[in-house]
Structures are given as structure tokens and as C-alpha cells.
């Protein structure tokens, strides 16, 4: 995969990941939820983990919209084909 790629899909998804982890995380305070019935984890540590999966998933989403977008023919600066 190209750098330019990923670059299309890494760093909207962080800034997503940062906009959907404020948002949960300011209605859902992270010490009310137990894990597997019994494990609670530290505010940080939900906090990271929460971030780090919400940017996953929106990392996911860029990757496959990229996947499927209608790929045309590449130009370069002088407007010739490139291969």
C-alpha cells in the first residue's frame, strides 16, 4: 500500500477516533464498566483502549471506502499517464 494511502486512511480515522472517544467517553464513565463480568480497568486504561478501538473501526471504514472508490487513470504534475 502506498504512503499516500495511508495517510488517506490513518489520519482521518485518528481524528475521528479522538472526535467518537470524547463523545462516548462524556456520557459513559469509564470506572461503571466491568469486563467479563468482574475485571474493572482504570480510567486510562479504558480511555486508551477506547481510542485505540474506535480508531481502528474508523480506520477500517477509510480503508474499505478506498477499496471500493472508482479508480481512474493517475496523472502526473505535466498531465502524462502514470504507470
Known sequence: MKARNLMWILWPSFLMGGVASAVV???VD??????LGHFRASRPTVYTLGFFLFWCMAALS????????????VLDEFGDPVD
Open 25 to 27: 467517553f462524556a456520557l
Open 30 to 35: 469509564p470506572l461503571d464498566l466491568v469486563f
Open 62 to 73: 477509510s480503508a474499505l471506502t478506498l477499496r471500493i472508490a472508482p479508480r481512474g487513470v
